[in-house]
Structure formats: C-alpha cells, structure tokens
C-alpha cells in the first residue's frame, strides 16, 4: 500500500459543477498538507496547505482534512475550463520537511 | 511575490555535453530543493539544500552535480546524461526546514538528452 493514494483520473466535470478531488493516506505522522495544481508541461502551483484538520477556503478551494480518517479533499466550486490540470495532493509529517506527493488526479472541465 | 525562476525553460543536449540548469528566488527561502518530473508522475526528489549546504542526496547519480552558490541561487550541473535523464527539472523551495513546509516551485526546465 502507498503512503499516499489518489485517483489518477480524468474526471471530466461540465463547467460550473461543484468538484471533489481526493487523497487518503496511511502514515498518521503526517500533519501538514498541500494541494498543487500542474499545467501540462509547467511546475506545480501551490494552491492550499493547511496544518489542521478542518476546512480552509481561498475564493472558490476549499481544502479539507479529516485526521481521523486520514482523508483530505479539495472542492472547487463553479469550475472553470481554466481548472483542467492535474492536481496533486503533497503531506508531511512534523520531523520530515520533504513532502510525500500522491500520484495527482488529472481533471478536465468542459465548456 | 511567490516566484522561483527556472532557465532554460528548454533544453536539448547530448550524452557528452556539459550543461548547467539554474534556479534563482527572492523570497528569503533558505531550502531549496532539486526534484525530476516524468509525465504523468509525482515529482522525485532529488537534492535539497539547507542554508546553502546539501542536506539531502536521494542517492542521485554522479552525472547529476547540485551547487547553492548563495541563498537566491541554486545550479544544477549536467554532464554525460542518458537519455532516460530527459524529465521535467523543477526547482522549489521553502521558508526553511523547521515549521513552513509549503514549497513553492518553479516552472522546471524541460531536458531532452539525445
């Protein structure tokens, strides 16, 4: 079993629907989490992190972690033709600085 | 401003050249970090750099020489590649090692080794 797991997709949504992308993890050290969006071809953008379980908004991300069920999940809301790209959740725990990446969901959202 | 900048943003080379990729940000960070990128993968560690001074080698290839030359600036040299080393280079870094985890990349230098 991986560390980190994440449908690697496509999820193919029409625009303007609500999206839920997802990781679950096994290794309960880990506390602090990231979501990166990657253009084909380009570096990862940071898009969210957050230390704490709970929900954390930026415009329309919302970031979610769930410790007890080692789940965390990124909903977008009125997604965008501009949201295609791959979305790759990242997770430490506290004595590691080096992130653990899953595999990245790749989304596709339709005019 | 959250900006690491990567040159080239391309690059075609030869298993016998020596080339150099370069990675240069303003934030203050003091970790910055090497990693690969194939398609359609993570991205894989490669080196990180704390302070200026190598803190980790994911036992990387010897044909792979990383260099800090001071805190805004991070090298990568290349020499006698094959061509399973063409990826997507990427260069990152955080505020420091302790405490600020989020890395913040650059937009990676494509190499294709011919």
């Known amino acids: 079993q991986k560390e980190v797991e994440q449908d690697p997709g496509p999820l193919s949504v029409p625009e303007g629907a609500i999206v839920s992308l997802n990781c679950t993890y096994s290794n309960s050290a880990f506390q602090y989490f990231m979501w990166y969006r990657q253009y084909s071809r380009k570096g990862p953008e940071l898009l969210m992190y957050t230390y704490s379980s709970g929900n954390k908004e930026d415009g329309r991300f919302t970031a979610q972690v769930d410790k007890s069920s080692k789940y965390i999940s990124l909903f977008i809301r009125d997604s965008q033709p501009s949201d295609s790209a791959t979305y790759l959740c990242?997770?430490?725990?506290?004595?590691?600085?080096?992130?653990?990446f899953g595999r990245g969901t790749s989304l596709i959202v339709h005019p | 401003d959250t900006e690491v900048t990567q040159t080239p943003k391309h690059l075609v080379m030869g298993m016998t050249n020596k080339k150099s990729l370069k990675c240069e940000q303003h934030?203050?960070?003091?970790?910055m970090y090497w990693y690969k990128q194939k398609a359609k993968k993570p991205p894989e560690l490669m080196f990180v750099?704390?302070?200026?001074?190598?803190?980790i080698n994911e036992s990387v290839p010897s044909r792979f020489s990383p260099e800090c030359p001071n805190s805004s600036l991070l090298n990568l040299h290349l020499h006698a590649l094959q061509p399973e080393d063409s990826a997507l280079y990427l260069c990152a870094s955080s505020q420091d090692l302790a405490g600020r985890y989020e890395q913040y990349f650059g937009p990676g230098t494509r190499l294709t080794v011919t």
């Open positions: 990242a997770m430490t725990s506290g004595g590691s600085y080096i992130p653990t």
């Open positions: 934030m203050g960070h003091r970790a």
């Open positions: 750099y704390s302070y200026e001074k190598l803190s």
